[in-house]
């Protein structure tokens, strides 16, 4: 209600996607001309009856600079949830950062999402995604073992298991950016909508099945 009636019968559009950590990681984008969509027409984007966040495909994004350095050390784990739709057969980054870490999803021309290794190097796993819906994706990157762990479950089902896929080099300064995949040059920007990402910087294996089951009670994804 508060968006509609700020943007009175016009677009409004994302300047800030707030860290709920509270440690002010914050995703940002100053640049009109860049910024995601999150009204259209004085109506709220909805998914599935709930807000989310639009991307057009072309140069809209958000990034936080500061993301990296907070808490982010070689030698650890990492869990994330993401949940994204992508409306065209189109390539674009979700979730990715622009020192080697490749995108967490990257859909390429066909209804797959390639997950790329801990240190960006080659596609270990892909997913067959449905465009038309929501979709959650979980990622567990564990570094603290010396060739590395990594997990993906697609709509709480695991998809796939591998245990040596290098150390990560998030504890390098570098910028996470959502809505775009930098390294894909003028086709990495998201053509579609995301309505949350979680991220921890420790091990949530134990809890994943909690978390997945919390978010989709509230988006109703699967």
């Known amino acids: 209600t508060s968006l509609e009636s700020f943007c009175s019968g016009t677009d409004g559009f994302v300047t800030t996607w707030y860290d709920q950590s509270g440690n002010g990681n914050d995703a940002i ?10 009204v259209s027409s004085g109506s709220t984007i909805l998914e599935n009856g709930k807000t989310a966040v639009e991307f057009s495909g072309s140069l809209t994004y958000l990034d936080a600079s500061s993301a990296i350095s907070d808490g982010f050390t070689n030698n650890s784990v990492y869990y994330k949830f993401e949940i994204a739709q992508v409306t065209i057969t189109s390539k ?50 564990d570094t603290s073992i010396g060739s590395g762990t990594y997990e993906l479950y697609g709509n709480g089902s ?34 579609g909508k995301i309505q949350e990402i979680v991220f921890y910087n420790s091990d949530q294996s134990t809890n994943r099945t909690g978390i997945e089951t919390n978010i989709n009670d509230f988006y109703t994804i699967y």
């Open 29 to 38: 984008n100053a640049s009109a001309s860049s910024q995601p969509k999150i």
């Open 92 to 141: 674009g980054g979700i979730f990715s950062a622009n020192a080697g870490y490749r995108g967490f999803f990257n859909p390429p021309s066909y209804d797959y999402a390639n997950f790329h290794n801990p240190n960006g190097l080659s596609v270990i796993s892909s997913l067959n995604v449905d465009r038309t819906n929501q979709f959650l994706f979980s990622e567990l990157f």
């Open 158 to 191: 695991l998809e796939r298991t591998e245990g040596s896929e290098g150390t990560s080099n998030l504890d390098t300064p570098t910028t996470l950016y959502i809505g775009r995949d930098p390294n894909g040059g003028p086709s990495g920007y998201l053509n």
